[in-house]
């Protein structure tokens, strides 16, 4: 059973980076396509980024383009979101999601089984 353990979720100000990690462990996870997901108080899970299991071909919101990057290291099971130029709607729980398959939208929560437990970024003065 894989599981997912997201890290790296902190307090930054305006304009500055983070780096999250999402560690998987019960399988390889090279085998899945794996998500970054966001959710803030009161609204909706939107999708950020996306790194598909066929070619490492990557997604992004509309949002984040320019300035998240996702990656994966597959010697240490791992995948990461690099978040460049933080605005203060990037404030958010952001979650590590994988799935085996998806068939529509890399980008609709709907399409993964596997899910972490998430992690706080507060982008702030």
Known sequence: QLQLV???GGLVQPGGSLRLSC???GANLGDYTVAWFRQAPGKERD???CISSYRDNTYYA???KGRFTISRDNSKNMVYLQMNSLKSE???NYYC???GWVGGDFLDASEYNYWGQGTQVTVST
Do not use: R
Request: aromatic share 0%; proline share 0%; glycine share 12%.
């Open 6 to 8: 997201e890290s790296g």
């Open 23 to 25: 560690a998987a462990s």
């Open 47 to 49: 999708g950020v980024s």
């Open 62 to 64: 509309d949002s984040v």
């Open 90 to 92: 990037d404030t958010a």
């Open 97 to 99: 999601a994988a799935t």
